[in-house]
């Protein structure tokens, strides 16, 4: 039923959908949105902020999904060439590639996500100017990107040489930090479903990245997302595209295995 | 003018000095942990203010209690559920206990999520403008202490 749901979401229409998640909710199963006890951000949500996920014509994030389709088309930088003049349909050549990301990078020897390789590509291959990070373009090429995986499950490789620096991105996730002195783990493994006041605890899970975030008014990465959290306890956070932040992408990724893309997602 | 600017600046340092009191402070009072259960001894020496630390409770750039526990506050919505219910806690732990709590839980559970609020280093990544604080004063410490003491 996850599947068929989300698949025909389009074409079966908005009403439909919202009465089908409703009632999943309501029996106390996650579908697709699960695997096992591994669970989206998307079933912590309200029925009304999962409406406003389930519904493309609603869902904010999908603007960004519109301004990454015409980013791939365009041409730009010194190559004279468009993401498109390589790579062919992306509904094709970009389908699948979501749920491998953040990967060990041959070229650097270290992890790279969905934004560090597009902007590898616009450097050597369009020989374009990289994208600042969270900038409006690299946001919308990132989900444009990822949304072409749109129900698939996530499925990143932590072993031969990731390694190293999944091992890293875990010490990260249970090192506790900032006058707080809580880590990842305290909320997002310890007390995921507990309330800290309104908020509710999720498990922390990336499948939906780049995410609508309803604080935010837009949409935004997960390291916007890792710096926020990292600030709440008080803590310095790291760069945006840091090797730490990487590392934690990957850890976190693997954490959500098995969930489905959602990009754009909604979250609040 | 020179002079003047200097002057003003002066004064804004001794005043916010001042403001922020022994929270902006590098050094801390001293206390004694009795048997790693307790610390029975006021840390101002002075009795704490049930009324003030009811507020601060609530407070979320305080103590921020409710964020976690729930608590006889009928006027707050949204009491969190990551820590245990504080109605009666007055009634199961000690004066000294409670204090030991809020000042540095670990010590009482090294895994547990709870902040230390009366501790200001062996932090990692502190950002700036929290460096060499703590989250609470001594006297608020005492306060909410007070407080939590009516509890019963």
Redesign the interface.
């Given at each position: 039923m996850g599947k068929f749901h989300l698949g025909s979401l389009l074409a079966a229409g908005a009403i439909l959908a919202v009465g089908f998640s409703t009632q999943a909710n309501a029996e106390g199963k996650h579908g697709m949105y699960a695997n096992g006890e591994i669970r989206s951000g998307y079933t912590y949500l309200t029925p009304q902020s999962k409406a406003i996920q389930n519904d493309d014509f609603q869902n904010p994030g999908m603007i960004w999904v519109d301004d990454g389709a015409t980013l791939y088309e365009a041409v730009d930088g010194k190559a004279g060439k468009s993401c498109k003049a390589c790579h062919g349909k992306a509904e094709v050549a970009m389908k699948g590639v979501a749920t491998t990301y953040p990967k060990y990078d041959e070229d650097t020897k270290k992890i790279k996500n969905i934004e560090a390789q597009v902007n590898r590509c616009r450097t050597k291959h369009m020989q374009a100017k990289p994208w600042k990070y969270e900038s409006g373009q690299l946001l919308a090429m990132t989900v444009f990107i990822r949304h072409q995986s749109r129900g698939m499950p996530m499925n990143v490789s932590v072993d031969g040489p990731a390694v190293p620096f999944f091992q890293k991105g875990e010490k990260f996730y249970k090192?506790?930090?900032?006058?707080?002195?809580?880590a990842c783990s305290?909320?997002h493994i310890?007390?995921a479903g507990?309330?800290?006041?309104?908020n509710l605890?999720s498990q922390g899970q990336t499948n939906g990245f780049p995410t609508y975030r309803l604080k935010w008014q837009k949409v935004g990465s997960t390291h916007r997302r890792f710096r926020g959290c990292?600030?709440q306890v008080?803590?310095?956070p790291y760069k945006y595209a840091s090797d730490e932040y990487m590392n934690l992408e990957l850890y976190v990724a693997w954490r959500g295995r098995g969930l489905p893309v959602e990009t754009p997602a909604v979250r609040n | 003018m020179g002079i003047r600017t200097l002057a003003a600046v002066a004064v804004g340092v001794a005043l916010s000095l001042a403001v922020n009191g022994d929270a902006a402070a590098a050094k801390l009072v001293k206390y004694k942990i009795v048997d790693e259960t307790s610390i029975p001894k006021s840390l101002t020496g002075k009795p704490g203010d049930a009324k003030k630390g009811r507020a601060l409770a609530i407070n979320r750039k305080k103590g921020n209690c409710?964020?976690?526990h729930a608590m006889p506050i009928p006027e707050q919505?949204?009491?969190?559920?990551?820590g245990t219910d504080l109605s009666g806690a007055g009634g199961r732990y000690s004066e000294g206990e409670l204090r030991l709590r809020l000042v540095d839980s670990?010590v009482v559970n090294p895994d547990t999520?709870m902040?230390?609020f009366y501790k200001n280093t062996g932090?990692?990544?502190?950002?700036?403008k929290?460096k060499g604080?703590t989250?609470l004063s001594a006297q608020e410490v005492e306060d909410i202490i007070a407080y939590v003491k009516t509890l019963k």
């Open positions: 090192q506790r930090r900032g006058a707080l002195d809580m305290n909320c310890d007390n507990k309330n800290a006041r309104a605890l990292n600030k008080r803590a310095t | 409710l964020a976690c919505p949204f009491h969190g559920n990551i670990k999520i902040p230390a932090f990692h990544r502190v950002l700036k929290f604080k989250i």
